[in-house]
């Protein structure tokens, strides 16, 4: 960084104008007094000679700019010479001589020169050369104190830091460190802005930092635009779905289809067998739903009770009820230690495994018809609790948000990472909800058929970058979550397919069950296809008679 | 099949005879002087569970409406017709709500209502007076 000699013969460099001004892209402006001389240097703006001021077919890269983040780059990598040399051939500087000058004096320990230098930049913001000028001295202080020269420590504390007048904490903070000297070990601690033996580089990366980015070229501006091209190269690539697909400079990024599952599989009869029939129930069962530990299940009945079973030994190990009334959902705590279902009295209960009934929300909660589902960090619960309303239930804080929609919901889908739902519509409409801090309706999705069952939806892919869902059409629609374009509608099934499932650890895999009693896996082409069996009407659910 | 979404009401309710599923609330009866080829219906401004059929023009009493019929969701039986839009003015008010023949529902005292033999109604629809 830094170190280009500004002593170059003035034969390369070009004359200057009197008073050379920039103008800077935050729309403040640093006015370099110049005397006339080619001494001190500025990259020249736009009277170079005759080149043109931009680069690029839409005209809206600045030249200068651009070359000056080259040139930063170079340093970075190592390259000081091919640096230096670009600098030259381009009559373009890095960093103007008196930025130089300041670099050096900084890195050199010239403290009360460099403080003077600051106040020549010609920064006009009177705050930023405080600021600058406080970080300056503070690591005077501390290399006074490093060194045991106490008493000039203290001179700069009083003399020089104190009357900058801002800052005051930090100035206590200082002062203390000289009083008792452990305390400067925690202030040495190796936290970012109470860090005292930080190197002068460090230093010089803070000042940069303040300053603004046209008299000091931020580190690594050239990575970070790339990296964010990159980024959005990747974002716009609907069909992106492996891992292993490497981003290149040289093309823009755009994946095939074939990474979308989007072929039924084959699936090897051997493989599949029925094990177990968990027989008790008395009425329909409404949800099926898998321990953590993936040893036991949850069952529910439609206005009955919710059974728990061995899934090795197929045997019932609990049945959980409420005199007179009825379970409609029911979910696994993510520890696997509790339980939790809704009661046809619109109340949700929390039980322990043994049976024992921990809580109990009362009022409007929960509808016979309503999905329920938990966060996996455990905190909260959610449920349908009003024809047009979700409710999101903190249980620890006690605090109830709700998701407000114009139409009769249906169903609902918690993303793996607690951030998304997925809001299924009596219209024919599937929203995107973001639920992490505000309550924000993200995306619509829509071309998919629902007239009269209950149909899911699903998060899928790499990244749960798609979203899947049934449809009474027989179809299985495929969008991409941050476009809402539809991707794929998959035919096969010959009934309503009313679920869906993407496999959480196979982003090329997904399964989906239909009124035609069967479950299809689809996956993508370089598998033979023809299709699997089992009977059913749902995955997660069990939607209809046993 | 698969899982029938059905809303549930709370109140008065009216729900198809064959299958009990809810189809609209005593409070959103508009009108209780409508007719049908089965005898009485009613006027709701809201009915819930029923799927729309295709929209045609009918020539009922009061004029030439563009109607759809409506069906149970639960059993698919035909329980009435909805308005989709009235044709002359003084009948913009129907537009949106929905029929219900009288025959084809229980009250929410489990009553069902019986076709009178003998008495020929002439036609579909009606007006407020």
Redesign the interface.
């Known amino acids: 960084m830094g170190g280009v000699e500004d002593d170059e013969p003035a034969s390369k460099r070009m004359k200057l104008s009197s008073e050379a001004l920039i103008h800077l892209s935050n729309g403040s402006t640093v006015k370099e007094s110049i005397v006339g001389s080619s001494r001190d240097l500025m990259a020249r703006p736009l009277q170079s000679d005759g080149g043109e001021e931009v680069v690029g077919s839409k005209g809206v890269i600045k030249k200068v700019e651009f070359v000056r983040i080259i040139a930063k780059a170079l340093y970075s990598l190592g390259y000081i010479r091919s640096g230096a040399h670009l600098e030259e051939e381009s009559g373009i500087a890095l960093h103007s001589s008196i930025i130089n000058v300041f670099m050096r004096q900084v890195l050199e320990g010239d403290w009360d020169e460099s403080v003077a230098t600051l106040h020549n930049i010609g920064l006009t913001d009177e705050m930023i050369i405080k600021s600058a000028s406080f970080l300056i001295l503070e690591q005077k202080f501390f290399e006074f104190l490093d060194e045991e020269k106490v008493m000039d420590a203290l001179k700069t504390l009083r003399t020089e830091i104190s009357p900058l007048c801002i800052n005051h904490g930090r100035v206590r903070e200082l002062s203390l460190s000289i009083v008792s000297p452990s305390h400067c070990f925690t202030v040495r601690s190796p936290k970012q802005n109470t860090s005292r033996a930080r190197s002068r580089t460090k230093l010089l990366e803070e000042l940069q930092k303040l300053l603004p980015p046209t008299v000091m070229v931020p580190e690594r501006r050239l990575e970070h635009l790339v990296e964010q091209a990159l980024g959005l190269q990747r974002d716009a690539c609907m069909f992106h779905n492996s891992l292993d697909e490497e981003i290149s400079l040289f093309a823009d990024h755009q994946c095939a289809r074939d990474q979308i599952p989007s072929y039924a599989l084959q699936v090897d009869a051997n493989g599949i067998s029925l094990k177990h029939k968990l027989s008790g129930h008395q009425k329909p069962v ?1 949800s099926v739903s898998w321990s953590p530990d993936d040893h036991q299940l949850l069952t529910c009945g439609v206005e009955e009770v919710v059974r728990r079973w061995d899934a090795s030994s197929g045997e019932c190990l609990s049945v959980y009820e409420k005199a007179g009334l009825g379970m409609v959902s029911c979910g696994w705590s993510p520890d696997g230690k509790w339980i939790f279902s809704g009661v046809n009295d619109k109340s949700i209960s929390l039980w322990e495994l043994d049976g024992r009934e921990l809580e109990c929300w009362k009022g409007q909660h929960t ?3 309503s999905d329920l589902e938990i966060t996996s960090d455990g905190k909260q619960i959610i449920s349908i609790c009003r ?1 047009t309303a979700i409710l999101l239930l903190d249980r620890e804080a006690k605090v109830e948000r709700f998701i407000e929609e114009d139409q ?1 919901i ?2 609902f889908s918690l993303s793996r990472d607690n951030r998304f739902l997925l809001v299924n519509l ?1 219209n024919q409409e599937i929203h995107l909800w973001s639920i992490e801090d505000d309550l924000k309706l993200v995306s619509k999705y829509r071309g998919h058929k629902r ?5 899911r939806s699903c998060f899928g892919g790499l990244e749960q970058a798609f979203v899947a869902s049934g449809s009474e059409d027989s179809l299985v629609y495929i969008w991409h979550r941050g476009t809402g374009e539809l991707i794929e509608a998959l035919p096969g099934h010959s009934g ?1 397919v ?1 679920c869906v499932s993407w496999n959480p650890t196979n982003p090329h895999m997904l399964a989906s069950a239909s ?1 035609d009693r069967t479950i299809r896996i689809w996956g993508l082409n370089n598998l033979s296809a023809k299709q699997k069996d089992t009977h059913g ?2 995955i997660h ?1 069990c ?2 008679g046993t | 099949m698969g899982r029938l979404f059905v809303v549930n009401l709370e109140g008065k309710v009216y729900s198809c005879k064959h299958c009990k599923t809810h189809l609209g609330l005593c409070e959103d009866i508009v009108s209780k002087s409508f007719h049908c080829r089965h005898g009485k219906a009613y006027l709701f401004s809201k009915v819930v569970n029923v799927t729309t059929g295709e929209k045609e023009d009918r020539l009922m009493m009061t004029g030439l409406h563009t109607v759809a019929d409506i069906f149970c969701v639960g059993c698919g039986s035909i329980v009435g017709w909805k308005y989709e839009m009235a044709h002359e003015k003084s009948q913009k008010y129907k537009e949106g709500k929905s029929v219900l023949e009288r025959f084809k529902v229980s009250g929410p005292d489990g009553s069902n209502y019986w076709i009178s033999h003998g008495r020929h109604v002439g036609g579909s629809d009606a007006d407020d007076v």
């Open positions: 409404s509808l016979k018809i024809e009769t249906t169903s009596l007239t009269r069952f209950i149909i309503a009313n009124d009407n749902g659910y939607n209809g």
